[in-house]
């Protein structure tokens, strides 16, 4: 994977909508997605400007949900990271919401979670950019 942040730069379609894909080149990818046929009832989403990147939601989470989004210098990865959630992993156990030092995780009900993404996670390794997952293979097979 890039050592690369990846800010969302999403194009849009005619209607004017984000288009928004799953990162096919992300670790997290290799994880298993939740079991169970029926959603959960809440999901997890960082704020991620009241974000420190402490790192202590993600020891609490049960399904290692939690993945880290490294800061912009390539060569310090470790300042200024932060965090995000994959969606369809978390479990909505309410563990990170509650853990977080900064109160900075929310817990939404199923279908708003996705709304409060976009604006809430603003820098993403899982979720990109559709026109730049080219430029993600690209800089990983070259
Ligand atoms: S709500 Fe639970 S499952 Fe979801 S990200 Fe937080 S700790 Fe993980
Ligand atoms: S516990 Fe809160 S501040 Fe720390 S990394 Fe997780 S979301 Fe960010």
Redo the contacts with the bound molecule.
């Keep these: 994977m890039s050592t690369e942040n990846t800010t969302i730069n999403p194009t849009v379609n005619e209607d004017g909508e984000a288009i928004i894909v799953e990162n096919p080149f992300h670790t997290a990818r290799l994880k298993p997605k939740r079991k169970g046929k029926r959603p959960p009832k809440l999901l997890a989403v960082?704020?991620?400007s009241?974000?420190?990147?402490?790192?202590?939601?993600?020891q609490g989470c049960p399904v290692d949900s939690?993945e880290?989004v490294p800061g912009p210098n390539p060569l310090n990865p470790q300042f200024n990271?932060?965090?995000e959630i994959d969606l369809a992993r978390c479990i909505g156990c309410q563990n990170?919401s509650v853990?977080?030092?900064?109160?900075?995780?929310t817990m939404y009900e199923h279908d708003d979670a996705f709304t409060a993404w976009s604006s809430e996670t603003l820098k993403s390794e899982l979720y990109v950019a559709e026109n730049e997952v080219e430029e993600i293979k690209k800089k990983i097979i070259g």
């Excluded at 974000?51 to 993600?58: H, K, L, S």
């Design positions: 960082v704020h991620q009241g974000c420190t990147g402490c790192e202590v939601c993600i939690i880290l990271q932060t965090v990170c853990d977080c030092p900064w109160e900075t995780i």
